[in-house]
């Protein structure tokens, strides 16, 4: 009931910067936390960056300083931009989006996954 639709993935050299988006579409009422992550081959997924509807970020201490986690409640789309990007930064980014239904349920939900790789 609830759809996600991610952009801005890519291949970009060590110290460069990209912007990903994700635009959540559906039967919502409310959207709560917003935010990504990542999932390296072999790798667990693990969070890079959240923000609630307030505006209050979390970020993982691996991208502190380099990425911004931002949001447009109009439009419900979470951004993240990548700054300074790293390959250990080579993943997929999957958007997160969790908050309630126009049925009132509360829901989850995970994009498909956008590639990002760094070369060095």
């Known amino acids: 009931q609830v759809q996600l639709v991610e952009s801005g993935g890519g291949l970009v050299q060590a110290g460069g910067s990209l912007r990903l988006s994700c635009a959540a579409s559906g039967s919502i009422f409310s959207i709560n936390v917003m935010g990504w992550y990542r999932q390296a081959p072999g790798k667990q997924r693990e969070l890079v960056a959240t923000i609630t509807g307030a505006g209050n970020t979390n970020y993982a201490d691996s991208v502190k300083g380099r990425f911004t986690c931002s949001r447009d409640n109009a439009k419900n789309t979470v951004f993240l931009q990548m700054n300074s990007l790293k390959p250990e930064d080579t993943a997929a980014y999957y958007c997160?989006?969790?908050?309630?239904?126009?049925?009132?349920?509360?829901?989850?939900?995970w994009g498909q996954g956008t590639q990002v790789t760094v070369s060095s």
């Open positions: 997160y989006v969790d908050g309630r239904t126009t049925r009132r349920r509360p829901f989850d939900s």
